[in-house]
């Protein structure tokens, strides 16, 4: 294993410190069209080693792209100087015990295996289908197919240590429609997976179309009491937008409203929030975190009920409990925080088309414009701009 050798350096280096090597390999590719036509493919090839060293309650980090002995000798010869010159913290430690994971990384090296010149094809034929699902379709703006493979390994002197594969998928897509009066209008999907084949581009262009055609036309409305339906992408960003009030960082930094409500209702009976890092095919499915903590299923809301916050191995410590596997990072250049794997809302019954006909009307929300402008933890909100349409039996039926 890589880091073994790596871990000699180290050690032999940075004698009477805890340390932690966490090393990050990836291979991305892209291809992108438009109106049907293949624009460009793009390639690249990424990997880096990051060091933690831990003395007295301090905490040093540092990362190198370059895996030469002499190289991550120097890294971590600079990291036992700068180390004992920051401030300590009670929170700063290292996960201490090697615990078997629930989860396993999805690879699908079928998904690897098929030619570029096939998922060029792939993404082509999906541009076209959606061109030709509805006469108001007029084209697309650009379809971007990303495909990424890579390898995390992680070890500490703790004996935790860990290696394993992962692949991911995406598509985002954007199209443009003209209706018969002349109004035109431009939205946008995306899809992801942990598999090629789970992508689903026939229901994803379904959708795509529906929520185009939909919002065209915009007309005057008037108040009144009906039932209100999100789109499951609108709902994933406001749901994106309030997960930080969950964050174990932001419970001990108490900079979230929901800090001392443990087991008090905050929500409606019927909300059951969960995050789950075991998730079958989630896209945030992994045997353990970025600081060797199994990933884990959790409930944060439970039938309205307040259970409980994610936590990295620094959030727990300081809320004295233990970590829930939520430490993550963006890449090797960051060191770990804690932060959401999948975090979905339990369904209840009903798929998006049975919800549309259980009313004569319905309000529906297509996208939410400026979330990005909230301060949840500092429980600073403001009214954001929507695109939604009201949708009545008579409207509806043609585009499902």
Do not use: C
């Amino acid at each position: 294993m890589e880091l073994r050798k790596l871990e000699e350096i180290v050690r032999e280096t940075a004698k009477g410190f805890e340390y932690e090597l966490f090393l990050l390999r990836r291979k991305n590719l892209k291809i992108s069209t438009e109106n049907g036509n293949f624009e460009k493919i793009t390639t690249a090839e990424d990997y880096g080693l990051s060091v933690r060293l831990l003395k007295d309650n301090r905490m040093g980090f540092s990362y190198t792209t370059d895996l030469s002995p002499e190289a991550v000798k120097k890294l971590v010869s600079d990291l036992v100087e700068i180390t004992p010159l920051l401030p300590p913290d009670g929170g700063n430690k290292f996960f201490d015990r090697k615990v078997e994971p629930k989860a396993t990384s999805p690879y699908d090296g079928e998904g690897l295996s098929v030619p570029v010149e096939g998922k060029i094809e792939m993404v082509v034929s999906f541009e076209r289908s959606v061109i030709n699902s509805h006469p108001y379709v007029v084209g697309t703006r650009e379809t971007t197919f990303s495909e990424v493979e890579y390898t995390v390994s992680l070890l500490n002197s703790f004996g935790v240590e860990y290696s394993y594969r992962g692949t991911a998928y995406s598509l985002i897509s954007s199209a443009l429609a003209e209706s018969p009066k002349g109004d035109r209008n431009i939205t946008w999907g995306y899809r992801a997976a942990r598999y090629l084949k789970d992508l689903n581009l026939e229901e994803f262009k379904e959708e795509l179309v529906q929520k185009l055609v939909d919002t065209l036309d915009p007309q005057p409305f008037e108040s009144r009491t009906i039932p209100v339906l999100f789109h499951r992408e609108a709902f994933a960003a406001l749901l994106e937008t309030f997960a930080e009030i969950f964050s174990g960082e932001n419970l001990v930094k108490n900079k979230t409203p929901l800090a001392g409500k443990l087991g008090e209702v905050i929500a409606s009976e019927v909300v059951s929030l969960i995050d789950d890092g075991t998730l079958e095919r989630g896209f945030a499915t992994h045997p353990y975190d970025d600081e060797g903590v199994p990933q884990s299923s959790k409930p944060l809301v439970e039938n309205g009920v307040l259970k409980g916050f994610y936590h990295s191995v620094w959030s727990a410590a300081k809320a004295g409990v233990e970590p829930t596997g939520n430490g993550f990072r963006s890449s090797f250049t960051s060191p770990p925080s804690a932060g959401i794997s999948n975090l979905y809302l339990k369904p209840l019954s009903g798929n998006f088309k049975e919800l549309l006909q259980s009313a004569e009307e319905v309000f529906v929300v297509y996208d939410l414009m400026g979330l990005h402008t909230a301060l949840i933890s500092l429980s600073r909100f403001r009214k954001f701009p929507a695109i939604v349409t009201p949708l009545t039996a008579a409207t509806r039926l043609p585009f499902l």
